[in-house]
Nanobody, 127 residues
Framework: QVQLVESGGGLVQAGGSLRLSCAASGRFFNTYGLGWFRQAPGKEREFVAAMSWSGGSTYYADSVKGRFTLSRDNAKNTVYLQYLQMNSLNPEDTAVYYC?????????????????WGKGTLVTVSS
């Protein structure tokens, strides 16, 4: 059973940085993909970033390209850590951020293609 637990959210001023972490436990295959989504109040959940399990391919939403970086550590005691480094934050980045795992990233990166979700961590960017 896959479990995803996010951490690292909080309040930051515009222009600042935060690093989100996601601890992923369970059984994974190197064909899986991982990523992040976010959902602002009153809006739909939107794609932020994704990467292949090997890290060889990464994808970013246009709104975060050049500011956010997705990375992953190798497993330690069967727990993988993935990170979302967020720089140059602005108030439009305020949202609950969700960690995600795809069993078949080749079928697409939209929210409907995600197989496992974390419970989310809140990021608030003040102006």
């Amino acid at each position: 059973q896959v479990q995803l637990v996010e951490s690292g959210g909080g309040l930051v001023q515009a222009g600042g940085s935060l690093r989100l972490s996601c601890a992923a436990s369970g059984r994974f295959f190197n064909t899986y993909g991982l990523g992040w989504f976010r959902q602002a109040p009153g809006k739909e959940r939107e794609f932020v970033a994704a990467m292949s399990w090997s890290g060889g391919s990464t994808y970013y939403a246009d709104s975060v390209k050049g500011r956010f970086t997705l990375s992953r550590d190798n497993a330690k005691n069967t727990v993988y850590l993935q990170y979302l480094q967020m720089n140059s934050l602005n108030p439009e980045d305020t949202a609950v951020y969700y960690c995600a795992v795809y069993r078949d990233p080749g079928s697409g990166l939209a929210a409907r293609a995600v197989d496992y979700w974390g419970k989310g961590t809140l990021v608030t960017v003040s102006s």
